[in-house]
């Protein structure tokens, strides 16, 4: 099992099974998966690592076709573990099973921002728990469960306060409701809807590959590493302004991500076996800029790059448009929702 912060008992027997199944196909660490590169076969690892995630989403969205109690989908994980690629991977499997579906995230549920809590600096702490307008929140699932038409709220952050455009949403028998945030999975936050009725769903991105080392791949760096990318291609933003924020994203996490993974009815790995090799020649050029830095940045760039260095590159043209990856490196057939 991995050391380091991702770890949890709850994501144990996934990461286990992923081990596994890395087994059965003769890629577990770094230089059986450049052997596959340099001899022109990492396709069919690229092809079934695919297919896994596929099933895993498709067995969710039978789970629900098959208890039709379950109203409410909450799903949560921590940074750039690809929530938003599983939510619309999943949303076309219920569909499969002729199961409409609804999103609604919880950014649109903050207090109002005179009654937002502060941090000991006064800046205005949007983690906590206690940010989030839980009284309207749960009333508003209960009446979706109930199958009652909702007028749902939009944040406004440069107000900030709630505002309502007239959008609604209805349950029915055959649609449920897809709740995505920091707390989806925190039981105060939906503690007036019935176990029943909700299924949880924490998102955790585990690669299985051993390093050259005998270590296993870090998972907050492979996290990293996609928040840098993806920070990149859709903020226009340099690791540097990445780096900056990540301790505190790390500290958020353990504070109230991870806690909160105990509560989880499935666990989804979203990482994929060769992931590193794609994503090495969009990041190496980002990393570059700061290795001589004497500061956490610089350092954190040079351990990353020093990892990278014993990757093979895999070319972006080869990853299917659907896949977790595209949500970081672009072209993903879901861009209008991401």
Known sequence: MIKGFDYSPVVEDIFQEQEIWAQRIKCTNIQELNEAVKKGYASGYILISEALQERKIASIADRVAQHPDIKII??????????????????????????????LSMDNYFVEREHNPKNADGSYNFDTPDSVDRELFNQQLQQLVNLEKVQIPRFDFLTGHK???????????HKVLIVEGIHALNPEMTDKIPAKNKLCIYITALNPLDLPD??????????????????NQYRGFTARQTLDLWQAVREGEM?????????????????????LSVLKPYVVPLLEPIIEERTYMGDKARLLLKMLDEIFEI??????LTSIMREFVGGSTFKKHL
Do not use: H, M, W
């Open 163 to 173: 505002e309502y455009t007239g959008q609604t949403i209805q349950l029915d028998e």
């Open 315 to 320: 070319p972006i043209d080869d990853i299917p």
């Open 214 to 231: 005998g270590t296993n791949v870090n998972p907050a760096d492979v996290r990293l590493i996609r928040r840098i990318v993806r920070d």
């Open 74 to 103: 909450l799903i949560a994980g921590p940074s750039s573990s690809g929530k938003t690629s599983f939510t619309q991977r999943l949303r076309v499997q219920l569909g499969v099973d002729a199961i409409g579906s609804e999103f």
């Open 255 to 275: 504070r109230y991500i991870y806690p909160n993974a105990y509560n989880a009815d499935v666990v989804v790995n979203t990482s994929l076996i060769y992931e």
